[in-house]
T-cell receptor
Framework: GQNIDQPTEMTATEGAIVQINCTYQ??????LFWYQQHAGEAPTFLSY??LDGLEEKGRFSSFLSRSKGYSYLLLKELQMKDSASYLC??????????WGAGTKLIIKP | GAVVSQHPSWVICKSGTSVKIECRSL??????MFWYRQFPKQSLMLMAT?????????EQGVEKDKFLINHASLTLSTLTVTSAHPEDSSFYIC????????????FGDGTRLSIL
């Protein structure tokens, strides 16, 4: 079956760094996406990884290891506005997105 | 670029009413659109995949006759919730993409549906 696992909830301090992990088992792999979703709003696209390694985009970075079925999203210099749910999604062999349940990130002052 | 517009953003109506939600890709041609439902504090649940000019593919457990999907053009897909009941109250979100590797789904702002 297809499965994506990520922690349900994480807490971090403003100004700190947090790493949100995602492991996956899917039928085929055409890339992994990270989305941010604030409460009551639709998800917004953050990053895409299809090759192994680290992709950096400002305060956010995303890492992929295809052999391990593993990715993480790294958030630096945390701000209060980063409080949101972070969704990991894998594009399978049919180009359909398989979604994780999301990680709720709570930022404390 | 890659803007998806969804209307209406909020609907409150009586039980038994049918409600139509529109999803438009404003600056790109979306061969595929997706309809999701999300209950409070839960993850996105894919309801159906809509391909332009063909019938939608519904996920297991989603009633085709209750959730009518039409994707008549490359920029517009509609979801009609027929004879809505209180248990259909939810946050409905559409997304659009070009089905190629590496192309993200771009989401509309969502429609909050409340059935009284």
């Amino acid at each position: 079956g297809q499965n994506i696992d990520q922690p349900t909830e994480m807490t971090a301090t403003e100004g700190a760094i947090v790493q949100i992990n995602c492991t996956y088992q899917t039928s085929g792999f055409n890339g992994l996406f990270w989305y941010q979703q604030h409460a009551g709003e639709a998800p917004t696209f953050l990053s895409y990884n299809v090759l192994d390694g680290l992709e950096e985009k400002g305060r956010f970075s995303s890492f992929l290891s295809r052999s391990k079925g593993y990715s993480y999203l790294l958030l630096k210099e945390l701000q209060m506005k980063d409080s949101a749910s972070y969704l990991c999604a894998v594009q399978d062999s049919n180009y359909q997105l398989i979604w994780g349940a999301g990680t709720k990130l709570i930022i404390k002052p | 670029g890659a803007v998806v517009s969804q209307h209406p953003s909020w609907v409150i109506c009586k039980s038994g009413t049918s409600v139509k939600i529109e999803c438009r890709s404003l600056d790109f041609q979306a061969t595929t659109m997706f309809w999701y439902r999300q209950f409070p504090k839960q993850s996105l649940m894919l309801m159906a995949t809509s391909n332009e000019g063909s019938k939608a593919t519904y996920e297991q457990g989603v009633e085709k006759d209750k959730f009518l999907i039409n994707h008549a053009s490359l920029t517009l897909s509609t979801l009609t919730v027929t004879s809505a009941h209180p248990e259909d109250s939810s946050f409905y979100i559409c997304s659009a993409s070009v089905p190629q590797g590496g192309q993200p789904q771009h989401f509309g702002d969502g429609t909050r549906l409340s059935i009284l």
